[in-house]
Nanobody, 125 residues
């Protein structure tokens, strides 16, 4: 089953926290880099960070300090913990699996072959 499915989105107040989950096939967690992206209408999909099969994460400076990526392989689940959320964090959030790398995760969405359906996060003031 080459599918990923996000959950945990919703509406939160400014300054709030949220943890998104992404359940997928064990195949992904043992073979490929996983990543989180987000997108707002009219803008390109933005990378939030990735994690390799050894659990090493790469978080861009724009996300570091507020976003944490982790996995629980026993549950075949990828997480995105977000804190101190701001209105500009409002977006649809996606998880994705790289189709070709287990280490040295790439950042561009074009490298990720399997995607979830997305979950909406709305931060309101």
């Amino acid at each position: 089953q080459d599918q990923l499915a996000e959950s945990g989105g919703g509406s939160v107040p400014v300054g709030g926290s949220l943890r998104l989950s992404c359940v997928g096939s064990p195949y992904f967690f043992s073979r490929y880099c996983l990543a989180w992206f987000r997108q707002v209408p009219g803008k390109e999909r933005e990378g939030l960070g990735s994690i390799d099969i050894a659990g090493r994460t790469a978080i861009p400076s724009s996300s570091s300090g507020r976003f944490i990526i982790s996995t629980d392989k026993a549950k075949n689940t990828l997480y995105l913990q977000m804190i101190n959320l701001q209105p500009e964090d409002t977006a649809v959030y996606y998880c994705a699996a790289d189709g070709g790398r287990a280490y040295g995760c790439r950042t561009g969405p074009m490298y990720y072959k399997n995607w979830g359906q997305g979950t909406q996060v709305t931060v309101s003031s």
